[in-house]
């Protein structure tokens, strides 16, 4: 029995040895798969510069005036407007570009401002509007200087005398050196004219009495001027006597405005 035990086993062990032997080797297990990486992101685009504002002032302008173009830009690198301007800004590290200029057009133009940075441009516009001038008025037409004749009858004022009477009275003294004056004046302005003194009279008393009565009277205005310095020779004296009456009422207070010498100029 023992033996058939010992036999029994060593079969056994051969067995097992067999079919270790016949079983298939296996190989260590594989690595594992190494993780995915990601793409690298692409940076986001430079923002685009902003215009806070652009302007023209005044908008509206006669021609040959001038307008002021205005403009604060951020972010820009470069800023550049039309019509001939150019670039009117630089900034390397695309900060705040701001300016003004002077502009002068002869029509109503458009201006465009330009700012631009690697993340692209942005434009703005403004229009300068252009009228005419207004026409200049025409010159005022020359004053027409008055006549000799004008000038006197314009300045020189009457004086008056009492009744019967020749003598400068207070008031006539009064009148004639205002007339003096103004005779100096318009004789400098007028060279060659000539004044004449009427003597006038009321129509009281004869025509021929009358007459004299109004020669003395002018020959006592006119000596009076003399003695202000009113050149002699620029007057001279002719009576009317109650000839030509200023008044034709029949009172003393008509009467008064006949007893006057009267200036003309010729």
Request: glycine residues 8%; contains cysteine.
């Amino acid at each position: 029995m023992t033996t058939q035990k010992a036999s029994a086993l060593a079969v056994a062990l051969c067995l097992s040895f067999f079919a270790a032997g016949c079983k298939k080797k296996v190989g260590a297990p594989p690595p594992p798969p190494a993780p995915k990486q990601e793409a690298p992101k692409a940076p986001p685009p430079a923002a685009k510069p902003i215009v806070k504002f652009f302007t023209a002032e005044p908008s509206t302008i006669e021609r040959g005036q001038a307008s002021s173009l205005k403009w604060e830009v951020a972010g820009a690198n470069s800023v550049s407007i039309n019509q001939g301007l150019g670039v009117v800004g630089n900034s390397a590290s695309g900060g705040v570009i701001s300016g003004n200029r002077s502009v002068f057009p002869s029509s109503t133009t458009t201006y465009t401002l330009t700012a631009t940075n690697s993340g692209g441009s942005v434009t703005e516009s403004v229009t300068v509007n252009v009228t005419a001038p207004q026409a200049a008025p025409p010159p005022p037409a020359p004053a027409v200087k008055a006549t000799f004749g004008e000038a006197i009858a314009r300045e020189i004022q009457d004086v008056y005398f009492d009744f019967d009477k020749s003598d400068i009275r207070e008031d006539a003294r009064n009148v004639l050196t205002q007339n003096s004056d103004k005779l100096k004046t318009i004789f400098r302005d007028y060279p060659n004219g000539t004044v004449t003194i009427e003597g006038h009279a009321d129509e009281r008393g004869s025509a021929e009495y009358n007459l004299g009565l109004g020669d003395r009277r002018a020959i006592a205005a006119k000596d009076f001027l003399v003695q202000l310095g009113v050149p002699a020779d620029r007057l001279r004296t002719l009576s009317y006597g109650k000839e030509r009456p200023q008044c034709t009422e029949n009172n003393e207070s008509c009467w008064q405005k006949n007893r006057r010498a009267h200036f003309t100029g010729q």
